[in-house]
């Protein structure tokens, strides 16, 4: 997802080249179109309030809103999920080594070439 500003110019579709600002000025409902139908197109609220102050009478449809709405929470959730993805399936070993000097077989196969006596080297 691509979070859009006034100033993010479209690299997609008929306004490819023109900033977000420029399409408010050509055709305002673009906006709404593009919030419903493009998965990778968001903008905030904070981004809404700062083109009313430019077209005071530009509106988002309820189910551009819902969509806007759905598209952060996925978003959200990745990030979230992102956080815990590289732990999830880890559980360290000690089998080959039998943790030799307080590491698991993985810290030693990857830093110590597989050699516990080189944790000496360590930095």
Sequence with gaps: MR???LDTEFTFGKYEGKTMKEILEIQPTYLDWCAINLDHFYISDEII???KVIKPDFTI???GKQKLADKYSTWE???QGDDYDDYDDYSPSYEKYGGA???DD???DNAFEGDPEN???ID
Aim: proline fraction near 0%; hydrophobic fraction near 25%; charge should be negative.
């Design 3 to 5: 979070f859009y500003t």
């Design 49 to 51: 309030a700062e083109i």
């Design 61 to 63: 449809t309820e189910e």
């Design 77 to 79: 959730n990745e990030q």
């Design 101 to 103: 000097y307080g590491y």
């Design 106 to 108: 993985d810290t030693i």
């Design 119 to 121: 944790y000496w080297n």
